[in-house]
């Protein structure tokens, strides 16, 4: 199996954390090709792509809350989020569903956009601003889990033992004294990001899931955009019959193959898909077709 069908594999096995992680490189491919300035080497984007802090723009093109927030102003801006947000939702989903991660992302994204429009208009900083970038969709996710288990323990490198509130808080500090320095609009996101991370946990709590809204397009991306359609279930009833022919039975072979791919799925659950065998893959592979 060539890495190609590898990463077909994870991303057709992995959670909704690591096929965010795909799409965010996804875009940044197709965003090298279409609007980086390799003269200048920078990024250029475009209004209808990145977030403005005008509200008139934002009222022509209201999808630039959902856009802004998968493209990103460099490599190291890309994958230093892809980072966290690999570790901040594993953490996650520890205690929630993929569907809750899915919908918690996008909606925080939308949150932090529309907060951080609403911010460069009450404060007078001028409209021309614009933000891209995942990191507010990513607080929300790394202060809802410390919100929801704050004394989970970390174990961080040169650094030691240290609570999940603890790693948090610094993150948050950061921000907040960072604000007024450089890269406002993106600090006011990810401070924006954090608080509706908070308020998902707290409703949750009170019985109120926010991400219920997200169930058709986590429907939509599981099923593949497939039109297949469940067979449903019916009982057969069979004559009992005491001494049954012994011949190879189809049936046993396929509930053994079915054995083997549900103890991988079992081994993926616990230790993640890079932990399988080059043997493993390439059966999980070939059971996939």
Excluded: C
């Amino acid at each position: 199996m060539n890495i190609i069908d590898d990463l077909k594999m994870q991303y057709k096995m992995g959670g909704f954390e690591q096929k965010v992680i795909y799409w965010n490189g996804a875009v940044f491919l197709i965003s090298l090709i279409f609007f980086y300035q390799f003269k200048g080497s920078f990024f250029q984007f475009p209004d209808w792509i990145s977030l403005t802090a005008n509200p008139t723009q934002l009222l022509y093109k209201p999808w630039t809350l959902l856009t802004y927030s998968f493209f990103h102003a460099g490599f190291f801006h890309l994958l230093f989020n892809m980072i966290v947000l690999n570790f901040a939702g594993r953490l996650f989903l520890t205690f929630f569903s993929q569907k809750q991660f899915l919908g918690l992302y996008l909606l925080s994204g939308i949150f932090a956009g529309l907060v951080f429009v609403l911010f460069y208009y009450v404060s007078n900083l001028g409209t021309s601003s614009a933000i891209v970038g995942a990191s507010g969709a990513i607080m929300a996710i790394l202060v809802a889990t410390a919100t929801f288990s704050p004394f989970m323990t970390l174990r961080l490198l040169l650094i030691g033992n240290v609570k999940l509130w603890q790693f948090t808080f610094v993150i948050l500090l950061l921000d907040l004294i960072q604000i007024f320095t450089e890269n406002t609009g993106g600090h006011v996101a990810h401070l924006a990001g954090a608080f509706f991370g908070f308020i998902y946990i707290k409703l949750l709590q009170n019985g109120t899931d926010l991400s219920t809204g997200v169930s058709f397009i986590l429907d939509t991306f599981a099923n593949g955009f497939s039109k297949k359609k469940a067979t449903p279930f019916k009982k057969v009833h069979r004559t009992y019959q005491p001494n049954p022919p012994k011949t190879v039975s189809k049936i046993v072979t396929k509930d053994k193959t079915q054995q083997q791919i549900d103890e991988i799925l079992d081994k993926i659950s616990q230790s993640g898909y890079d932990s399988l065998t080059k043997e493993e893959k390439e059966f999980l592979f070939k059971a996939g077709k």
